[in-house]
T-cell receptor, first 115, second 113 residues
């Protein structure tokens, strides 16, 4: 079985601060990992993905994420944060065997950036 | 630009009634998916499809049917809607192959009363 956990339902910070959204996963092998973002009233949009190789991956909108096998985490980071980053962020996992793009999502983290 | 369009965007249904949620994609993607989102939960996969005229069960298929009459269209059918099926439903599409980007629709908010 595979699972994804985003332990923080809400994160609030001031514009200009550094943001880090936590994501941990459970999977028997090395997974494919993704971050998606959902702005209010919009659909989920792809931010970045980890497949293999460099453990720090860069995505759109200035975001990056670090894959840490040692503690099964894939945290999303950005510095500095901007008010326009306020949205709901989802971490997702695709298994490497028979995944067929079927994603397992975390609960999501609502990020509020205060101007 | 890749597009996944869902209709309706919101719906109120009565318990025991039939509900059909529709999804249309212009991405020329082979794969299509239906997910549901509940408060406090991530998206969970209901049904998916690799090719027209074929559907597969996802992680939570009970109470739902799916139909893929063409590459572009994928419907989710609730034959007997229940209160527990109140949720936001997302349709998505992707290319074949692993670790490809998945494109989502804006979601349908279904309320069963």
């Amino acid at each position: 079985a595979q699972s994804v956990d985003q332990p923080d339902a809400h994160v609030t910070l001031s514009e200009g601060a550094s943001l880090e959204l936590r994501c941990s996963y459970s999977y028997s092998a090395a997974p494919y990992l993704f971050w998606y973002v959902q702005y209010p009233g919009q659909s989920l949009q792809f931010l970045l993905k980890y497949i293999t190789g460099d453990t720090v991956v860069k995505g759109t909108k200035g975001f990056e994420a670090e894959f840490r096998k040692s503690n099964s985490s894939f945290n999303l980071k950005k510095s500095p944060a901007h008010w326009s980053d306020s949205a709901k962020y989802f971490c997702a996992l695709e298994g490497r065997t028979g995944g067929n793009n079927k994603l397992t999502f975390g609960q999501g983290t609502v990020l509020s950036v205060i101007p | 630009e890749a597009a996944v369009t869902q209709s309706p965007r919101s719906k109120v249904a009565v318990t025991g009634g039939k509900v059909t949620l529709s999804c249309h994609q212009t991405n020329n993607h082979d794969y299509m998916y239906w997910y549901r989102q509940d408060t406090g939960h991530g998206l969970r996969l209901i049904h998916y499809s690799y090719v027209a005229d074929s559907t597969e069960k996802g992680d939570i298929p009970d109470g739902y049917k799916a139909s893929r009459p063409s590459q572009e269209n994928f419907s989710l059918i609730l034959e007997l809607a229940s209160l527990s099926q109140t949720a936001v439903y997302f349709c998505a599409s992707s290319d074949a192959g692993a670790n490809t980007e998945v494109f989502f629709g804006k979601g349908t908010r279904l309320t069963v009363v």
